[in-house]
């Protein structure tokens, strides 16, 4: 979502705050800005409507210089996407705030301030962040001390960087609930919301928790906690993972991280597999004992992470023999809970920031669960803070907004997770868990065959370039990753997609099914194949055109109306992960043909940190 960038330096910073906007360009936008306190002792902004690129123009045109700097690419939450709404926001020509995030209070705030005599260019929450701050700093006259004094006004969440032309000596940040990050540099200090954007320029950053307060001048950085008190933060080197934000010879982020996934697999599973059996104590040293006394899991998250929670239900309760119930956090959080006893509570997400599914975390810690688990990809994540147990997945950086390797690796993740319960209660046998642990070495070769369908898949999608409409089947815990194949045709090639579990069909979907309505189904060669058949069979007569993604040994064919493509085999347990594979390039391919932005698609962020 917004992304925010700032720089204090004794060089020209405006081309570090462009790129680093750009590195944060994949998380979705609709405007960015900046603002620098430029080479006449004065603060001059720029801002536009769109991608990074139109602020670039604009600063071709009139270009900008200075060596302290704060920048920002917005996703509205309050006001429309607006030049005036676009962030760095102004209090009088000395005061600048860039913000993620959403001020709960900020009608009451607002009132206030009006009061006080300041005029509003902006329908923003954030606006009264900087008048507020303003009003502060008149009163205390101390930038610093005003920004402490303004966020314990603040009610609910915000990522914070600002600047003054009065104390130009400081860039100032402040975090709660939105994720900030210091990039260290050498008489140069940096900040930014995901390290990602700073990589350009230093890889030592210093991580802002819950509450701190950051007073970065270019050659030292302070921070205070939540209770004011001066703390040191540790200094962590990044050496890897620089070259992620790159497409390399891809035509996309997607496509690449789509290929990744064979590698990205294998560093998932690297350390958490024994010769026979999973290493509990992947999941942190108190894992196996709470682990045995697991007699119920609830898992809780939101989109992709939710579709792989759905995935493991099915593995939970047949392997691990552990009823488990799973719920998407923007309800959970709301809801009056039922907690059975010794139930484990099971968070998946791909950055680790996303609002409701840490909502629902910090909310179940006090409804009495076992213990919490992260399933995340990000370790420096608010999620896995704030969590008793994590697994980490080791997808990388992903930037494409429409996830595929972080699905994949979260299912190795819950796949892990199902063994290692499974193992530690005794409900799983020693040669089931054997033959799995097998199963999940291999699963790197395979998930490499399925690539190989590539120029397959790519012929297949002419098919719904066209369409409208596309209903997705599919049995058992295949129907989740049908659910998975609908969403991305979904987000990225904006063809209306419904994903039903294949048994369902006649009870009110089939009405649909025509010429523009093409049927996809996931096939895997076991026990429900005979009865999905039945189902295909239903579409055929209707005119339905069907994909059918199957085992080669699963008996379907291509016949009139039927493409049918061969899927390697797997065993049925590892099978939702490959058969996902096909579906992520189908619905990439029918997004190349559609000539949608693949990447970016429209109204959609990465790392959803709002509600
Ligand atoms: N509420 C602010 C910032 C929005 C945001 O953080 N989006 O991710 C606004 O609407 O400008």
């Known amino acids: 979502m917004c992304g925010i960038v700032g720089a204090i330096a004794e060089r020209n910073i405006t081309a570090v705050l462009v790129e680093g906007l750009k ?142 032309a009065k104390q130009p000596d400081r860039l100032l940040a402040a975090r709660s609930g939105s994720p900030l990050v210091i990039g260290l540099g050498h008489g140069e200090n940096f900040l930014a919301s995901d390290q990602l954007a700073l990589r350009q320029v230093t890889d030592r950053f210093m991580y802002l928790e819950e509450g701190d307060i950051a007073e970065i001048r270019r050659d030292s950085v302070q921070v205070w906690d939540a209770s004011g008190r001066p703390v040191q933060r540790e200094t962590v080197q990044h050496r890897e993972g620089a070259e992620a934000a790159d497409k390399g010879e891809y035509r996309h982020f997607m496509l690449k991280e789509i290929h990744e996934q064979p590698s990205v697999v294998q560093r998932t599973l690297e350390g958490r597999l024994g010769q026979q059996q999973v290493l509990v104590d992947a ?27 759905m995935v493991a239900r099915y593995w939970l309760e047949e392997l691990a023999g552990v009823p488990c119930q799973v719920e998407v956090a923007s309800e959970f959080r709301y809801r009056k809970v039922v907690v059975q006893p010794d ?9 680790g920031e996303t609002a409701d599914t840490l ?38 950086p992903e930037i494409g907004v429409a996830s595929t390797k972080a699905f994949t690796t979260q299912l190795v993740a819950l796949m892990l997770l199902t063994l290692a319960v499974g193992r530690a209660r005794g409900s799983l046998e020693g040669a089931v868990e054997a033959g799995l642990v097998e ?27 066209e369409k409208h409409h596309t209903l997705f089947l599919g049995r058992g815990a295949q129907y989740p990753v049908a659910m998975e194949g609908a969403l991305k045709l979904k987000e ?31 096939a895997p060669n076991n026990e429900l194949l005979e009865k999905l058949k039945s189902n295909l069979q239903e579409v055929r007569a209707r005119g339905g055109e069907l994909v059918v993604f199957a085992d080669r040994e699963a ?30 390039l189908l619905s990439y391919y029918v997004a190349v043909l559609k000539g949608t932005d693949v990447d970016q698609p429209r109204n959609l962020a990465k790392s959803v940190t709002v509600e």
């Open 283 to 309: 999941f942190g040293p108190q894992a196996a004992e709470l682990f045995a006394k697991v007699r119920n899991v609830q898992i809780v998250a939101c989109g992709t992470s939710y579709h792989a929670g």
């Open 23 to 164: 590195r944060l360009e994949y998380r979705g936008y609709d405007s960015a800005g900046l603002a620098l306190f430029n080479t006449e002792g004065a603060l001059e902004r720029r801002r536009r409507v769109g991608k990074v690129a139109e602020l670039e123009r604009a600063l071709a045109g009139e270009p900008l210089a200075g060596r302290l700097g704060i920048a920002h690419t917005r996703w509205a939450t309050h006001g429309a996407p607006s030049e005036n709404n676009a962030h760095p926001h102004f209090s009088g020509n000395d005061l600048a705030v860039v913000h993620n995030g959403i001020i709960e209070n900020h009608e009451a705030l607002r009132e206030r301030l009006k009061g006080l005599g300041y005029v509003f260019s902006s329908d923003t929450d954030t606006e009264v962040i900087v008048h507020l701050l303003d009003h502060k700093l008149q009163e205390l006259g101390d930038l610093t001390t005003a920004l402490k004094a303004t966020v314990a006004e603040l009610h609910g969440a915000y990522g914070l960087a600002v600047i003054s």
């Open 492 to 522: 990225i090639s904006y063809i209306h997609a419904e994903a039903y579990p294949a048994g369902e069909l006649k009870h009110g979907p089939l009405a649909l099914v025509d010429s523009d309505m093409p049927v996809v189904t996931v």
């Open 343 to 351: 139930t484990l509570f099971v968070t998946i997400s791909q950055s």
């Open 359 to 396: 909502a629902a975390l910090r909310n179940a810690k006090a409804l009495g669960y076992l213990a919490s688990l992260a399933i995340c990809n990000v370790g420096i994540s608010s999620l896995v803070r704030e969590s008793d147990l994590t697994l980490l997945t080791q997808a990388g």
């Open 555 to 584: 008996g379907l064919d291509n016949g009139e109306g039927t493409h049918v493509v061969h899927v390697p085999h797997i065993a049925d347990a590892l099978a939702p992960i490959l058969y996902t594979v096909p579906l992520q």
């Open 439 to 465: 199963e999940l070495r291999r699963l790197p070769a395979r998930l490499g065959e399925a690539l190989a369908m590539d120029r397959t898949v790519e012929k297949i999608a002419e098919l719904f370039a």
